[in-house]
């Protein structure tokens, strides 16, 4: 038996690859053969990232014509043809807003079952499994794909990123140009406006594939100040609440919850966030759950491993002082 | 004007929910509720029929349509309340254990044999399903009825034909515009949803429902359900809850606390 081709989208591929990207493609090892595709030419690093887990081919799906592949359904229609070029097995993206639109409508046009959001994927036999978390991380589902070919988006931080034993030799670059059709092209892009990072929060990793977390809401009282000390003192990224956000204390992008990003991270840190159900359904399916609130009724103690009770003010800087002195003495250890 | 707002009946978040031993989400009458981001639809919907005033506002029509068992007709009922004009309920045993395709695909064909009665301006969808959370439906609706897709709204225009949406992602705007007839869904940041007031409460109760099954839609059982399913959840179980520690009260050294329990569980 042939090992199947596992087609993995990469988001970032024009740069680098971040864990996110690395991630998927230490999935695809454990899976079949991985295959690199991305809507933009890879960078040198990028390519040289790829050969190292392994991927000797990498497609480009592009667009006839001037048609960005920021519009859904044109994009969907070059992964189409990237698909049948590489007769994948298996498609996995992350899941961003825009690729689980896109993937949607790839699974649509060419026939294949689709799981959202899963927490990992695997094979069961010659069956495609995604393993989900639901209801803000109350219940674990198995969904089976029954057609042959499947497409998932997978959650960060589902595995460590690992290179296979073996590198590729060396990768072959091929670009597949699909002409879009007339309802793809119905839509044009009037305008894209790639946002600064949260609170100029330069050097910290994206909120949705960071390892750690720290959140603020209403109870930072608009000072996310020590909510980015202790970030940074993890090497984590910023979140907020649904109510920070509409207070303008922090940007739409930091906005954690069912209707804002989902993270998953390794520790997710809560400040001065009460708990409300919106919010843990962004933030449920995280390893641990630490929460830092002067209310000892708070909802999120309820879901927390481990919480104090206390001011920000006074608990959030005595930790990240804590975690640096701490960090500072391992690397003193291990110098 | 004729406008179609997809509905669905989910479970309350602030319930407990759960799933059959068939791998279906658990609905029941109880604990039953619109889904509260098809409210920021329904909204949008009405404020552009009650754009030209409460004289014009008859000529003009909100179709709710929602596809499910029985008590999926609460969310139609909840739309009604708000000022929606028409309900449609697609209901028919073959419809259990769709997946994301075979719902798009009723909802798509009850929008269609809409369609035989006028022409639609609009679909506007809400952004999620807080029980799914999949996000995909709007998309998979427009690529069934090949409509352009202007989702994930933050910010909605629609005049002279055209649809603009300005569109929040993860890290950029983008501004979209297309033709209408369109497949738009809206986020939670698009409007602030209206309270239902009195008179439409009551009138709401004993309002008629269309009522549709599969034959009236021309669709057959084959095409939804379980028997078109591309995926099937094959097991389902609840998560045992998390250890859970007492709170630490901080006395000056809650911060120390918090840093040690990261060190001592290997957490750095
Ligand atoms: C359709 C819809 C979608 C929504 N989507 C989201 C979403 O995606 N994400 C989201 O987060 N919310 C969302 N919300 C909002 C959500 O319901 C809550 O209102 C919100 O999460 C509460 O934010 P909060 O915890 O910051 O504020 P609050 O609930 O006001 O809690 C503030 C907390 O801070 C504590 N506190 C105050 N002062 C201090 C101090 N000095 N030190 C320590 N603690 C202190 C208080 O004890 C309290 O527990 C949504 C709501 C709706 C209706």
Redesign the pocket.
Same mark, same amino acid.
């Given at each position: 038996m042939t090992t199947p081709n596992i087609l993995v989208l990469l988001d970032t591929a024009d740069t680098q690859l971040t864990s996110a990207g690395l991630e998927l493609l230490t999935l695809a090892n454990t899976l079949g053969t991985p295959v690199a595709v991305s809507f933009h030419e890879p960078s040198a690093t990028a390519l040289e990232q790829v050969r190292t887990y392994g991927v000797s081919r990498f497609l480009v799906a592009a667009l006839d014509g001037d048609i960005s592949p920021h519009i859904t359904p044109a994009a969907a229609e070059a992964l189409a043809g990237v698909v049948k070029e590489t007769t994948a097995r298996v498609v996995l993206a992350s899941p961003t807003f825009q690729n689980k639109e896109v993937v949607a409508r790839l699974a649509h046009a060419i026939g294949a079952g689709l799981v959202i959001d899963t927490v990992t994927v695997g094979f069961e036999g010659d069956d495609f499994v995604g393993y989900k978390r639901v209801f803000a991380g109350s219940w674990d589902i198995d969904c089976k794909v029954v057609t042959d070919v499947a497409v998932a988006t997978v959650r960060a931080n589902a595995v460590i990123p690992t290179p296979p034993a073996q590198p590729a030799a060396d990768v072959q670059v091929e670009t597949v140009t699909v002409t879009p059709s007339a309802l793809a092209t119905s839509v044009s892009l009037v305008s894209r406006t790639v946002h600064p990072p949260i609170h100029g929060g330069v050097g910290r990793p994206r909120l949705a594939e960071a390892p750690y977390v720290v959140a @603020?809401?209403? /109870?930072?009282?608009g000072d996310f100040s020590q909510v980015e000390e202790l970030a940074d003192a993890l090497g984590g990224a910023v979140g907020?609440?649904?109510?920070?956000v509409d207070e303008g204390w922090i940007e739409h992008d930091a906005?954690?919850?069912?209707?804002?990003v989902t993270v998953a991270p390794r520790v997710y840190i809560g400040? @001065?966030?009460? /708990?409300?159900?919106?919010?843990r359904?962004?933030m449920q399916a995280s390893g641990v759950i630490v929460s830092?609130?002067?209310?000892p009724d708070?909802?999120?103690f309820e879901i927390s491993d481990f919480a104090v009770v206390?001011?920000?003010?006074d608990?959030l800087p005595q930790a990240a002082a804590a975690i640096r002195e701490y960090k500072a003495s391992q690397g003193e250890a291990s110098a | 004007m004729r406008i179609v707002v997809p509905v669905k009946h989910v479970p309350d978040i602030h319930s407990d929910r759960s799933f059959t031993e068939e791998g279906r989400v658990a609905r029941g009458v109880e604990n039953g509720t619109l889904n509260?981001?098809d409210e920021?639809a329904i909204e949008c919907a009405l404020q552009l029929v009650e754009a030209a005033g409460p004289e014009h506002r008859a000529a003009h029509e909100v179709i709710v349509v929602t596809v499910g068992p029985t008590e999926a007709e609460g969310a139609l009922r909840k739309a009604f309340q708000l000022g929606a004009d028409t309900g449609v309920h697609v209901t028919d045993p073959a419809i259990g254990g769709s997946d994301v395709f075979g719902t798009a695909t009723a909802v798509a064909a009850a929008i269609r044999k809409l369609s035989e009665s006028g022409p639609i301006d609009l679909i506007i969808t809400g952004m999620a399903a807080?029980d799914g959370l999949g996000s995909v439906i709007p998309s998979l609706l427009a690529a069934e009825l090949e409509l352009p897709q202007l989702t994930l709204g933050t910010r909605f225009e629609f005049s002279d034909g055209m649809v603009e949406v300005t569109r929040e992602l993860d890290g950029v705007t983008e501004v979209i515009t297309a033709p209408a007839p369109a497949v738009v869904s809206v986020t939670?940041h698009v409007n602030t949803p209206r309270y239902p007031n009195f008179k439409l409460i009551m009138a709401a109760r004993t309002k008629e429902i269309i009522q549709w099954s599969l034959t009236d839609i021309a669709l057959n059982p084959n095409d939804v359900g379980e028997a078109a399913a591309r995926t099937h959840v094959v097991k389902s179980a609840p998560r045992p809850p998390r250890d859970i520690t007492p709170p630490v009260v901080d006395k000056g050294d809650g911060g120390l606390a918090l840093a040690r329990y990261l060190i001592d569980n290997d957490l750095i």
């Open positions: @603020g809401g209403r /109870g930072t009282l907020a609440t649904r109510d920070a906005q954690i919850g069912q209707t804002g400040a @001065g966030i009460s /708990g409300a159900p919106h919010h359904g962004g830092v609130n002067s209310d708070c909802p999120l206390g001011e920000l003010q608990v | 509260e981001l920021n807080l939670d």
